[in-house]
């Protein structure tokens, strides 16, 4: 079977094309371009004038004393004939000094400094802009300091300058420029020493101490070259994949192939895996070529150091990013699959794609940003985990725990894809094509219905997304009282999240009893006995549950902060002090009553019916919970992934109760006491926290894996309730 | 061997629910050409991959020899040979390639797959385009690749989806030998197709589908005495045209 597929992928000429010749023709083309580049900017650079800044007149004697006998040890290369004491008795005489944007600031000859004007001008700034003036770029590096001190040795005294230069981190002008300098004043101390070791003068101390400070932020400038290559190598891999896996899933229905060969006896699930295995190694092969055009343009191109610094792309760094991309390429296989499973067609498969591909821009984006770490966090987060770790394997810096999450992580991912791919495979869902259009979304129908089309919930939660961006942005640039934007948040919630999808179903002819699960119809024919069972069964379920769950999400956020996350977020301990000032009424009303109702109506309603008229009840509670994880993840105009997990396991929490007890008003409760309870616990001064954990800062293991036991009591309680049949 | 008992099957198009096949039963028997037959949109397709187990039926069954097929579809499919006029070849593969893919597919032994090709090639006038790439090969080359491939497994019941669709005279006539040789071989042959003239010429019984009801089941002889018409295609319209199915 796999040969078969091998067979038809790698004879195709397209699938020749990207994988041999676009890396035999493109890469060396690049690298020709980037050399052409590179000899520019590196004649430009001979010509680079250094811009010095200084804020008071007394400096500019001192730095033309400085810069001048720096310059000629640099340029001599052998100890100066003057003594160092020569030099800083130079540098008390005071000379003019050129201001920032008058009429001396370009070199004539009137200029008294006798230092190499070629090589570096002076500018004077107002103080105390100097270091402002380096941010800006306005000047290369600034003395800030520039002080001639008397120091006080055994026999006698002599004078040093005590120097404190600032430049730009990050700028090669910059550092370049002080580099530079550094150099020139070890230059000149050495000179101070060579003359100790000759004897010539007895009285030591160093001729220049220089303290260097760089500001702004620390970035390795082949940092993004580094994170670019990575990227490209990626979408390469994606590439070469895009192309066999529509051609063996929507490209068998195209050709009507899929129908023979869904008929036969063969495993589905074997004939997805000799797919994919066909669609891996085309991935891997596109990855290899692409790898190794790519080090051999780099190495033998000259660029390799020129872009990456001294250590350039060594087989070494080869050799380690090669797996990175084979378990990227098995993971993005499977899930290329998956979308294609679906597909009828190559243009609908293509359609699938693109968005997909737009969005793996994103994480390629991310990592060229400068300061991304690749921590933990990272690690799992899907394509992102992969850039940043070959980022890192070609900066040489890898760190273990979180490459190995990334590694097992992605593994995982793709397994988990091409199990959601082997149950699309061939399915008779996808097989009938859809007889529907836009318009049917839109038009209203003329029969009413019980329960919502998964069209119309999808076509909701599209117009939702964008709606709920502005919103939720709008409300921070109206207000920014805490107490006020709660309010304005749960209306908003309340809106989107209840009363328009209420009018959508309206419209739609959608029951809304039966789409809300507000009332509850399996209590039809029970008698009262059984009834009252049924009610007690799901109070004390909903109250061991409430009772339980928060224990999960509390050490959710209690990780979150011990993982050092929150300190990236520097604003944590400000929300949580206008968070304090706030009652607590107010804060229940808006942040547990208002999402209490209007997401188990829109989740555990809308949704999870909507879900139910395509698939079986575990699985759309599991594609609701995903949902609504998702949604919390998005706050505002910032990502929150660490809320996913929590937020993810009370969406199968909420969707199990909902589903066992036919009725949304036990989910209600249950949600509206989780976040009561979280709410409250956030609100606990550390001293109290203290009382009942002791000095550790996560909830004791026994709390936990007690509230596991109570979990799971509550739900065989739910599953009791579910139980009670009329008498018949 | 194929007994189908109330079949039905619905799907739903624009929010309406549509029958595609409405409390459809037959029977098939060893050495028997049973001819599934009725214009376009009567149901035929939808009624043989139910048979074929692509298709779930919303209520009834279908058995082969016996096996309801329900209870082990993986099984029944390996008594089931498909040759249908949608089906497609894979244009990169040689004739012999996609003949053995298939034999692998249904687990055909290694050695048996190729003597068999080579039998099928002799049969089914294919020596000369055994090593050829699919896509250079004609439509009547392409349906006797697809004849072949139906083969390979040598099942007791063969299913024909519209097998002349497409076909000159001549591919025509390959078809029937074809049909004719299916049968002497003793497999039990269920042909669905629109084209009543080709199948009064090769199937032995008929069932009438029209708008996935079955009008009307029997010999050609039992429609003639039931319509009083002499071909088949005269006897079908006058049976939609009845007052029953107005």
């Known amino acids: 079977m796999c040969l078969k597929e091998l067979r038809e992928s790698l004879r195709d000429r397209r699938t020749v094309m990207t994988l041999i010749l676009m890396p035999i023709l493109v890469y060396p083309l690049l690298s020709m371009a980037l050399q052409r580049l590179l000899i520019g900017s590196a004649t430009s650079k001979q010509e680079e004038i250094y811009i010095i800044g200084i804020d008071d007149e007394k400096k500019q ?212 895996l000799s797919k994919y295995i066909a669609v891996v190694t085309v991935a891997i092969l596109t990855a290899l070529a692409n790898l190794s055009a790519t080090w051999v343009t780099l190495s033998f191109g000259g660029l390799g150091q020129a872009l990456l610094g001294p250590r350039g792309f060594s087989l070494w760094t080869l050799i380690q990013i090669l797996p990175i991309l084979v378990i990227f390429a098995a993971f993005f296989s499977s899930i290329l699959l998956a979308l294609c499973s679906f597909a009828k067609s190559f243009k609908e498969a293509q359609a699938y794609l693109i968005p997909v591909m737009l969005l793996s821009l994103a994480p390629g984006l991310v990592t060229l940003m400068p300061n991304v770490e690749f921590t933990t966090l990272y690690a799992v987060i899907p394509l992102l985990n992969v850039l940043l770790l070959s980022r890192d394997i070609m900066s040489g810096t890898p760190e273990l725990v979180p490459s190995v999450v990334a590694v097992v992580t992605t593994i995982f991912y793709g397994a988990a894809s091409l199990v959601v791919a082997s149950n699309l495979f061939g399915s008779a869902n996808s097989a009938m094509g859809s007889q529907a259009t836009w318009s049917d979304l839109i038009r209203r129908p003329t029969k009413a219905t019980a329960s919502p089309d998964v069209g119309i919930f999808a076509l909701y939660l599209a117009m939702l997304f964008p709606v709920l961006f502005v919103v939720s942005n709008l409300g921070t640039s109206i207000t920014k009282d805490a107490s006020l934007l709660m309010g304005l948040n749960a209306v908003a919630l309340f809106v989107l999240f209840f009363a328009l999808p209420m009018l959508w ?72 002090k206008d968070f304090m000032s706030i009652p607590f009424p107010w804060i229940l009303l808006t942040q547990a009553i208002a999402p209490a109702v209007a997401e188990e109506f829109f989740f555990r309603g809308f949704a999870l019916s909507a879900m139910k008229t395509k698939m079986n009840t575990v699985r759309a509670v599991t594609l609701t919970a995903l949902l609504f994880g998702l949604f919390h993840v998005i706050t505002g105009n910032v990502l929150s992934p660490e809320k996913f997990v929590p937020t993810f396991l009370l969406g199968i929490v909420l969707g199990a109760t909902a589903s066992l007890t036919r009725t949304i008003w036990p989910g209600i409760v249950l949600h509206f006491s989780h976040n009561a309870l979280v709410l409250w616990f956030s609100r606990l001064e550390k001293d109290q926290l203290t009382r009942w954990f002791g000095e550790s800062e996560h909830i004791p293991a026994i709390w936990i894996v007690a509230g596991g036991g109570i979990i799971i009591v509550g739900f065989a309680l739910l599953f009791l309730a579910s139980r009670l049949k009329p008498n018949t | ?89 894979y244009p990169w593969l040689s004739v012999r390639e996609m003949l053995m893919y298939f034999a692998d597919l249904y687990a ?34 392409k349906q006797r690749v697809t004849c072949a491939r139906g083969l390979m497994h040598d099942p007791p019941v063969m299913l024909l989806d519209e097998p002349t669709r497409g076909l000159d005279v001549v591919g025509s006539q390959t078809i029937f030998r074809f049909i004719e040789l299916l049968k002497e071989r003793g497999k039990a042959i269920l042909l669905s197709t629109h ?12 069932g009438l589908l029209h708008h996935g009801h079955m009008q009307y089941e029997g010999t050609l002889v039992d429609l003639q005495n039931a319509t009083g018409q002499t071909h088949l295609t005269d006897m079908f319209i006058q049976l939609i045209q009845s007052p029953a199915n107005a």
């Open chain 1, 61 to 272: 004697s001192r730095v033309d004393a400085l810069l001048t006998e720096g310059q000629n040890l640099l340029n001599a290369g052998t100890i100066s004939p003057i003594p160092p004491i020569e030099f800083l008795k130079k540098a008390s005489v005071s000379g003019d000094l050129v201001k920032l944007g008058s009429s001396k600031e370009e070199k004539n000859e009137n200029d008294q400094s006798s230092f190499d004007p070629r090589k570096f001008r002076l500018k004077w700034i107002e103080k105390p802009n100097l270091t402002f003036a380096v941010e800006q770029g306005l000047i290369d590096v600034a003395f800030t300091k520039l002080d001639l001190n008397v120091v006080s040795l055994r026999r006698g005294k002599t004078q040093s300058f005590d120097v404190e230069m600032q430049f730009r981190q990050g700028d090669a002008r910059g550092e370049s420029a002080a580099m530079m300098l550094r150099r020139m004043c070890q230059l000149i101390n050495d000179q101070q020493y060579e003359a100790l070791r000759q004897n010539i003068d007895s009285n030591f101390s160093p001729a220049v101490e220089m303290k260097t400070i760089g500001i702004g932020s620390s970035v390795d400038p082949t940092a993004s070259i580094a994170a670019v290559i990575p990227l490209v190598l990626i979408l390469m891999t994606i590439t070469g994949a895009v192309y066999p896996a529509i051609d063996l899933t929507a490209g068998e229905r195209e050709r009507g192939t899929m129908e023979a060969m869904i008929a036969t006896p063969a495993p589905r699930f074997a004939l997805l």
């Open chain 1, 505 to 576: 179903l309206m419209y739609h002819r959608v029951s809304l009893s039966n789409t809300f699960l507000i009332t509850d119809g399996s209590e039809a024919g029970l008698s009262p006995s059984k009834r009252i069972a049924r009610v007690a069964c799901m109070f004390l379920a909903v109250l061991l549950l409430a009772s339980s769950v928060w224990i999960y999400a509390v050490e959710g956020l209690l990780l979150f902060q011990s993982w050092s996350i929150a300190a990236q977020f520097p604003d944590l301990e400000k929300l949580k």
């Open chain 2, 1 to 89: 061997m194929i007994h189908a008992n109330q079949l039905v099957k619905k799907f739903s198009i624009r929010g309406e629910s549509l029958i595609a096949v409405n409390e459809v039963s037959f029977q098939v028997s060893k050495g028997e050409v049973y001819g599934l037959l009725g214009p376009n949109g009567a149901g035929k397709t939808t009624t043989l991959r139910m048979v074929m187990g692509l298709l779930e039926p919303d209520s009834g069954w279908v058995s082969i020899d016996g096996k309801v097929t329900s209870n082990d579809s993986m099984e029944h499919r390996k008594m089931l040979g498909l040759i249908s006029t949608n089906d497609g070849v």
């Open chain 2, 108 to 141: 055909v032994d290694l050695a048996l797959a190729k003597v068999r090709i080579e039998e099928l090639a002799k049969l089914l006038d294919m020596e000369s385009i055994l090593d050829q790439r699919c896509s250079t090969l004609s439509t009547g080359q």
């Open chain 2, 195 to 206: 084209r009543l003239d080709e199948a009064e010429r090769v199937c032995d019984r008929f």
